[in-house]
């Protein structure tokens, strides 16, 4: 049964610092792995996806690497800024099914 | 309108009452999915279309009954709930070969 881990739960850190966002997934066969914001109340901003073929997607700010074998993906922030305060949500999408299994997040707040 | 939309945002009914959320995509996909999000638990897939048949169905109770109609439209009608079915539902589309999941707002859903 796939399970999701996100570490850590809850993260502070002063604006403009790069910080490291930890996803661990206990299946490698999985199709595709999505990150996601979450702000409070609302429903869900899709920030990447990563297909089981690749190894990391880039959005401007935003990398996210993908290691199948090692069953980890991390989400890279550059230059922190306020309005990344969220709670960052990663979800797997495992092999041969249509389910999505998410992790339980990662509440960021970035002090200005 | 764009992107995924539901109705309604709020909603508050007692535990003999029978409603209906409702969900639209206006992305062209063909796969649309409900979630739920309880408070400090990671979100649950529900139901998952696709090309409008159903084709997950994560042991969800019956007092939770979807409808797809069409591949733009997506209910979920509710009747006789439980004060525990509280929570944030979630409606999401994708394109069901790659996959990348666009969220809709939510609807907060109060059982008295």
């Known amino acids: 049964k796939q399970e999701v881990t996100q570490i850590p739960a809850a993260l502070s850190v002063p604006e403009g610092e790069n910080l490291v966002l930890n996803c661990s997934f206990t299946d490698s066969a999985i199709y595709n792995l999505q990150w996601f914001r979450q702000d409070p109340g609302k429903g869900l901003t899709s920030l990447l996806l990563?297909?089981?073929?690749?190894r990391e997607q880039t959005s401007g700010r935003l990398n996210a690497s993908l290691d199948k074998s090692s069953g980890r993906s991390t989400l890279y922030i550059a230059a922190s800024q306020p309005g990344d305060s969220a709670t960052y949500l990663c979800a797997v999408r495992a092999s041969g099914t249509y389910k999505y299994i998410f992790g339980t997040g990662t509440r960021l707040k970035v002090l200005a | 309108e764009t992107g995924v939309t539901q109705t309604p945002r709020h909603l508050v009914m007692g535990m003999t009452n029978k409603k209906s959320l409702k969900c639209e995509q206006h992305?062209?996909?063909?796969?649309m999915y409900w979630y739920k999000q309880s408070a400090k638990k990671p979100l649950e897939l529900m139901f998952v279309?696709?090309?409008?048949?159903?084709?997950e169905n994560n042991s969800v109770p019956s007092r939770f009954s979807p409808e797809c109609p069409n591949s733009s439209h997506l209910f979920l009608h509710l009747h006789t709930l439980q004060p525990e079915d509280s929570a944030l539902y979630l409606c999401?589309?994708?394109?069901?070969?790659?996959?990348?999941?666009?969220f809709g707002p939510g609807t907060r859903l109060t059982v008295t």
């Open positions: 992305l062209g996909h063909n796969a």
């Open positions: 999401a589309s994708s394109q069901i070969q790659g996959g990348e999941q666009y």
């Open positions: 279309y696709s090309l409008e048949e159903r084709v």
């Open positions: 990563i297909q089981s073929s690749q």
